[in-house]
C-alpha cells in the first residue's frame, strides 16, 4: 500500500514540476505569436502540449524577426 501511495506522490510532484517549466514557455510564445499576428501558430501552441519544446522551438527558430531594408540602413 505504502508503494501505491509514493508512486502516486512521486507523479504528483512530476506533474507540478511540469507544469511550472511549460507554463512561462507557454506564456512567451503565445504572446510573441499573438503579437505577430499569427493566428494558427497561436491555436496550435495553446492546444497541443509538448512540455515546452514546441514553445521554445517557436520563441527561439519560427518567431526570428526578419530585418527590412530600412532596418539594415
Do not use: C, D, H, Q
Request: charged content about 20%.
Amino acid at each position: 500500500m505504502e508503494e501505491i501511495i509514493n508512486s502516486v506522490s512521486y507523479f504528483a510532484w512530476l506533474i507540478l514540476l511540469l507544469t511550472l517549466w511549460t507554463i512561462p514557455w507557454k506564456g512567451v510564445a503565445l504572446w510573441k505569436s499573438a503579437r505577430r499576428g499569427e493566428k494558427w501558430w497561436f491555436v496550435m501552441l495553446l492546444l497541443v502540449n509538448t512540455v515546452g519544446l514546441l514553445e521554445i522551438l517557436y520563441i527561439f527558430v519560427f518567431s526570428k524577426k526578419k530585418i527590412t531594408e530600412n532596418e539594415k540602413k
